[in-house]
């Protein structure tokens, strides 16, 4: 039933990163990734290698479950629906994105004091995803892809909190575990490929009649034989029967 309508890619490449998730939670586990070695560490070269490893990497089974779920449903959308640019904006979203995070100082907002930090997670990824379907949607102006843009407001509208620091909402004892680095520059990445790719792919699509110099010597034919035979519609017509008119002449037109 779904063979024509569900890409393959779009399971496909959702079940590939969940594996490589999953596979270097194990890894972890294990003790193959001790202290920060795979993580970002902002500004020093030892941490340049978490821009290709951190998404793959966690602090514990419900940091990757949590990060899990939105990104099989996202890429799931990405891949479904965005065929054409599906491999350039997770390829490019997960470099720009960490290597965002590694430019980014690790300064407390309050003190100033600059934390050493080890970045993990994918949720930067997630935050590409979320940002870049919902934009490509406003920008494309797509009845399909606005209402995916509508589907990522309604389940992942309260992700724009995270792209904050949590000190400034709560008063806490010690610093948060919570990269908002990592969303903010997740979110910026994925607003600029929105952006950078808005003319690739499927547009609005616009009919023929739509367009200022339009023409057709059927429908002119049609306007005259049907002025010719209800001639009572065009006494002081009111709005309403103008509009049922027109109405009538489209499906006339349509046939």
């Known amino acids: 039933m779904f063979k024509n309508v569900i890409s393959k890619r779009a399971i496909i490449y959702p079940l590939l990163m969940l594996s490589a998730m999953w596979f ?8 193959f990734f001790g202290s920060c070695f795979g993580a970002i560490i902002p500004l020093l070269p030892e941490g340049l290698l978490g821009v290709i490893t951190s998404p793959l990497l966690h602090g514990n089974i419900d940091h990757i479950i949590g990060n899990s779920i939105p990104i099989a449903a996202l890429m799931f959308l990405l891949y ?11 390829i490019l979203g997960w470099m720009a994105t960490g290597l965002l995070v590694w430019l980014l100082p690790p300064i407390d907002i309050f003190t100033g004091d600059y934390t050493y930090t080890c970045t993990i ?13 919902f934009f490509s949607g406003v920008f494309k102006w ?10 990522v407001v309604l389940y992942y509208g309260s992700l724009v909190w995270g792209m904050l620091p949590e000190e400034l909402f709560y008063n806490m004892q010690e610093p948060s575990k919570i990269s908002w680095q990592a969303h903010l520059s997740g979110a910026i990445v994925g607003s600029i490929l929105a952006f950078g790719f808005k003319n690739v ?16 010597e059927k429908d002119d034919k049609l ?11 065009f006494l002081e017509l009111p709005y ?5 008119i027109w109405d009538h002449l489209d499906q006339l037109r349509k046939k």
């Open 24 to 31: 270097g939670y194990f890894l972890q586990t294990q003790g």
């Open 80 to 90: 479904q629906f965005y065929p054409l640019v599906a491999n350039k904006v997770f």
């Open 121 to 133: 997670g994918a949720s930067g990824v997630v935050y590409v995803l979320a940002f870049f379907l």
């Open 142 to 151: 797509n009845t399909k892809l606005l209402t995916i843009s509508m589907l």
């Open 201 to 216: 792919g499927e547009k609005k699509k616009k009919f023929i009649w739509e367009f200022p110099n339009y023409y057709s």
């Open 223 to 233: 306007w005259q034989e049907y002025k010719e035979n209800h001639p009572e519609d």
């Open 240 to 244: 309403k029967k103008r509009d049922d």
